[in-house]
């Protein structure tokens, strides 16, 4: 069964603090993605990675980065945590040929206080 | 990537079938039609994706008309754990550049299955 895993569900940080967000997939995907969920705007992305040690930046880049090292582990890193980082946070990963068929983790919701 | 339309909600009996329905009427040739779903608090969740033939699999039916401007997702014996937001999307198969991997999803239809 296909899983992709995020190292927390409910995370509370404050503002200036460094945030590490990882995500794990069992399935030898190539791509990896981070979105980010707000009432709303929907979905939208941050950055993703087709290969290890690469990435592109998606629609919402600023503020974060990102680390791809293995190729089961994305990374996403906010710098500095600020209040409008305050979000639901989506990784998903999926086989190249068929990037809309996504699978996603079940969300970390990041409160920067 | 086509814009879609769905109903904003719909309303289910546990153990019938739900039909939810999509139109796309500016799709294009090449692009494929891909339902996701959403459970309150969780990540979304792939169901099925069809070209223009009827797709089947184990979570649902994807019935495509033959002018593939609209499409139905079926669930044929829908239960409580069914109740989410779910979402049609119209893409290219393999979109590339910088654009591929960026899923949108618009408001959805909200699938309230009641006992």
């Known amino acids: 069964d296909v899983k992709v895993t995020q190292s927390s569900r409910y995370l509370v940080k404050r503002t200036g603090e460094k945030v590490f967000l990882e995500c794990v997939q069992d399935?030898?995907?190539?791509?990896m993605f981070w979105y980010r969920q707000d009432p709303g705007l929907g979905l939208r992305l941050i950055y993703f990675?087709?290969?290890?040690?690469?990435?592109e930046k998606g629609d919402i880049p600023e503020g974060y980065s990102v680390s791809r090292e293995k190729k089961e582990r994305f990374s996403l890193i906010l710098e500095s945590a600020s209040t409008n980082q305050t979000s639901m946070y989506l990784c998903?990963?999926?086989?190249?040929?068929?990037?809309?068929?996504?699978?996603f983790g079940p969300g970390t919701r990041l409160t920067v206080l | 990537d086509a814009k879609t339309t769905q109903p904003p909600s719909m309303d289910c009996a546990e153990g019938r079938a739900a039909n939810l329905p999509c139109n796309h009427s500016t799709i294009s040739g090449n692009e494929y039609v891909y339902w996701y779903r959403q459970i309150h608090s969780q990540g979304p969740q792939y169901i099925i994706h069809?070209?223009?033939n009827n797709e089947t699999n184990e979570m649902a039916s994807l019935i495509i008309t033959e002018d593939r401007k609209s499409s139905t997702l079926i669930l044929p014996h829908a239960t409580l754990r069914d109740t989410a937001v779910y979402y049609c999307i119209v893409r290219r198969r393999s979109a590339g550049g910088t654009s591929y991997g960026k899923l949108t999803f618009g408001q959805g239809t909200i699938l309230t299955v009641h006992p």
């Open positions: 990675s087709y290969d290890v040690k690469m990435k």
């Open positions: 399935m030898d995907h190539e791509n």
């Open positions: 069809g070209l223009k």
């Open positions: 998903a990963s999926g086989t190249t040929g068929n990037y809309n068929e996504q699978f």
